[in-house]
């Protein structure tokens, strides 16, 4: 069954750098989304993107974060200055009609 | 902004026990309410549902929605010690973004 891929697992990085978190969508479904969790509390959504542009994000995404579909299989989120509070899962979602799927997500670790 | 809240927060049965968890909702545009079951990691999709009065079953598993009262119930019958998860409701909006509620932890004992 086709699933959603992220990558790394997990990733661990010093403040200030930038990191690139990698996800492969199920290869027919077009809207993709990055949500995020940090421990003990709710998932909360980061952005979506449909038709190779952002459809909407949240106030959490701000400019250090981007994303881009490079080369029409992956998806991936880059935060550009990683500060303590972005340690979190990071969750990849693609969605076929109203059902949004989840990849394995990649905790990140800013120390 | 969309609010989803889940009650309760938690809660412990045994084997062979049913549970009832309650999902309530405010949001604009209701698109989709869906429910997913997050063990270690991702979240696992178990019902998306649109319609009020529709049950949807899955094994043990069923959910119901009233958008009339904007709320939706999941029941698990006959728990199993493999159920234990943290069980998360989310409504998809006109823009399709899932809003997510803090979720209810179910802790099924042998």
């Known amino acids: 069954e086709p699933e959603v891929t992220q990558t790394p697992s997990h990733q661990v990085t010093q403040m200030g750098q930038e990191v690139i978190l990698r996800c492969v969508p199920i290869s027919n479904h077009l809207y993709f989304y990055w949500y995020r969790q940090i421990l003990g509390q709710k998932v909360e959504f980061l952005?979506?993107?449909?038709?190779?542009?952002i459809s909407e994000k949240s106030e959490i995404f701000d400019d250090q974060f981007s994303v881009e579909r490079p080369d029409g299989s992956n998806f991936t989120l880059k935060i550009r200055s990683t500060k303590l509070e972005d340690s979190a899962m990071y969750f990849c979602a693609s969605q076929v009609g109203r059902e949004q799927f989840f990849?394995?997500?990649?905790?990140l670790t800013v120390l | 902004?969309?609010?989803?809240?889940?009650?309760?927060?938690?809660?412990?049965?045994?084997?062979?026990?049913?549970?009832?968890?309650?999902?309530?909702?405010?949001?604009?545009?209701?698109?989709?309410l869906?429910?997913?079951?997050?063990?270690?990691?991702?979240?696992?999709f178990l019902f998306m549902l649109t319609s009020s009065g529709i049950e949807k079953k899955s094994g043990r598993l069923s959910s119901i929605l009233?958008?009339?009262?904007?709320?939706?119930?999941?029941?698990?019958?006959?728990?199993?010690?493999?159920?234990?998860?943290?069980?998360?409701?989310?409504v998809g909006g006109g823009d399709y973004k899932l809003s997510f509620g803090a979720g209810t932890t179910v802790t099924v004992r042998a």
């Open chain 2, 66 to 90: 009233d958008k009339k009262e904007l709320f939706s119930i999941l029941n698990i019958t006959a728990t199993q010690t493999g159920d234990s998860a943290v069980y998360l409701c989310a």
């Open chain 2, 1 to 32: 902004e969309d609010k989803v809240v889940q009650s309760p927060l938690s809660l412990v049965v045994h084997e062979g026990d049913t549970v009832t968890l309650n999902c309530s909702y405010e949001v604009t545009n209701f698109r989709s």
């Open chain 1, 103 to 107: 990849g394995p997500g990649t905790r």
């Open chain 1, 47 to 53: 952005v979506s993107f449909y038709n190779n542009e």
């Open chain 2, 34 to 44: 869906l429910w997913y079951k997050q063990e270690k990691k991702a979240p696992t």
